[in-house]
């Protein structure tokens, strides 16, 4: 089988080779290629062997163009290309190992160039981004190649979202998804989703404008011209794009003068069949300060809400870091960091990536050890096993009692809602018994801790304070 695959790797690189070779000078060519062993070609991925990772760097950077239409050439376009890295065992064991990376590299978005009819009025115009021409406007897109389709792993969290991104990557102003406003919680992949949508645009239709700008820069840029007195050349500007992709519009809530000017920049934009894309850390109708009529524009399109992912997608985007970095980690790792760091997408990439390097820093190996002791610096609330001996505690701390007397025979009646409180907790939050719990509170049967659950339940509905008291003691147990 191995030999096969290794077979069929060495045929199809050498075909890649062929057509390299025709198309790159020859001492590149020597220099760059002919070291390069193929080694394995499995589902379409093939894996080649390069001498060093400044190597690997030095292909990515200046070759991988012709690696890609190489390969594609042979294996269509679903092929992928695979790097190992014979690498110098630091330990200096005889034994080398090998570093595994993809081939991740995306070319940055060009400059674009625009001609620009000279107006009677703006003889000058300003590009708020860099200094123009009169004729010709350099713009930048300020999109982050990185952040593609390709590497923004869909789950049902993103569906929607990720789905509309596509549609308007591919008939950008030509969907009813316009505006496409992107909203959603911190770190959950509405820039990298934003970026991805601007990047495959420019891949698509390379003459499009695209110009992404977070609405803080926006606003400054705004209130420059203001300053400057250039407030027409400023829209002006913005009227030339194609796709504006505005990341953080929440950032415009309470500045009317910004609102205004942006509110004629979209109408100019969708009127004129310009692709607009939104991201916001609320769903429009949760926005405050923000103008009715401007509102009523976002709406106009698609809001597509980016949840948080589930347990499935996070053990995808976790393997995914570590695909993208060439490192193995064991399963059940990726499913402790996966369980654990749930609510944000970038503290799972930051567990990920610390865990990596607390591993080769401090050469150990990666264990569920060394991910706990990650994990925990990452998310407060990693669930700690509770204990009816640590709810008590809590709960006398809070009633200004000591355990001792919490657990008496007292019928006090501040003492006995706070022991009726102990023993409901520790019934929600243990798996012990309710004769278990019944004789740790002060040897009481599980009759009485029935009872005691039940006079809780009944306090919530009907005594305000005393819910105030549950409230507060449920936060500290879940903190
Ligand atoms: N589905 C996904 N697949 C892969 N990576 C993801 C995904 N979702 C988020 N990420 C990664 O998580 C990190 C945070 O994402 P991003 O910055 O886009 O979040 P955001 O929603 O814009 O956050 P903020 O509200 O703080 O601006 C990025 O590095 C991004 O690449």
Redesign the pocket.
Same mark, same amino acid.
């Given at each position: 089988m191995l030999d096969y695959t290794t077979n069929n790797a060495k045929s199809v690189w050498n075909n890649c080779l062929n057509f390299i070779k025709d198309n790159i000078q020859e001492q590149a060519f020597k220099t760059w290629f002919e070291p390069i062993k193929a080694i394995e070609l499995t589902d379409n991925v093939l894996y080649i062997q390069v001498p060093s990772k400044f190597f690997y760097e030095w292909l990515e950077e200046h070759y991988v163009k012709i690696l890609k239409s190489a390969l594609q050439k042979e294996l269509g376009p679903g092929a992928k290309l695979l790097y190992k890295i014979e690498m110098e065992n630091a330990q200096g064991n005889k034994k080398p190992f090998t570093e595994q990376l993809p081939s991740t590299h995306r070319e940055p978005v060009k400059t674009q160039e625009l001609d620009v009819p000279v107006q009677q009025k703006n003889p000058e115009l300003k590009n708020p981004f860099v200094i123009p021409g009169i004729r010709n406007v350099k713009i930048e897109s300020q999109l982050n190649s990185n952040?593609s389709f390709d590497?923004? @792993? %869909?789950?049902e969290s993103?569906r929607l979202a990720r789905n509309a991104g596509m549609a308007v990557a591919n008939k950008p102003g030509g969907t009813a998804f316009n505006p496409l406003m992107l909203y #959603? #919680?911190? #770190? @959950?992949?509405?820039?990298?989703?934003a970026h991805a949508i601007g990047v495959e645009i420019k891949e698509k239709f390379p003459e499009k404008t695209v110009l992404y700008i977070s609405a803080e820069v926006f606003t400054q840029q705004y209130v420059d011209s203001v300053r400057k007195q250039t407030r027409n050349d400023f829209i002006y500007f913005y009227q030339l794009i194609d796709v504006l992709i505005v !990341? !953080?519009i929440q950032f415009l809530s309470g500045k009317s003068g910004t609102q205004d000017v942006f509110f004629h920049i979209f109408n100019y934009l969708h009127q004129n069949g310009k692709q607009v894309i939104l *991201?916001s !850390?609320k769903a429009p109708v949760d926005m405050q300060d923000i103008e009715q009529r401007l509102l009523s524009r976002f709406k106009w399109g698609l809001s597509a809400e &980016?949840q948080h992912?589930d347990f499935e *997608?996070r053990v995808n &985007?976790a393997k995914?870091i570590l695909f993208r970095d060439g490192v193995e980690m064991p399963e059940d790792v990726i499913e402790y960091v996966a369980k654990n760091v749930k609510t944000n997408?970038?503290e799972l %990439?930051g567990a990920i990536i610390s865990l990596i390097a607390q591993s080769s820093f401090n050469k150990r190996e990666i264990t569920l050890e060394l991910a706990k002791s990650v994990v925990e610096k990452f998310v407060k609330n990693v669930k700690k096993d509770i204990s009816i001996d640590y709810i008590q505690k809590i709960v006398s701390d809070y009633f200004s009692l000591d355990v001792e007397t919490l657990c008496s025979k007292t019928r006090k009646r501040h003492i006995v809602q706070a022991r009726q409180l102990a023993m409901f907790f520790s019934k929600k939050y243990t798996k012990s018994s309710l004769a278990n719990i019944g004789s740790l509170t002060g040897d009481r049967d599980h009759a009485t801790v029935l009872h005691a659950c039940k006079t809780v339940d009944n306090l919530l509905e009907t005594d305000k304070q005393f819910k105030g008291y549950f409230e507060d003691i449920n936060k500290k147990l879940s903190m």
């Open positions: 952040y590497n923004f @792993l %869909e789950g993103n #959603g #919680g911190v #770190g @959950l992949g509405k820039t990298h989703l !990341d !953080d *991201t !850390d &980016i992912p *997608t &985007i995914s997408v970038r %990439e």
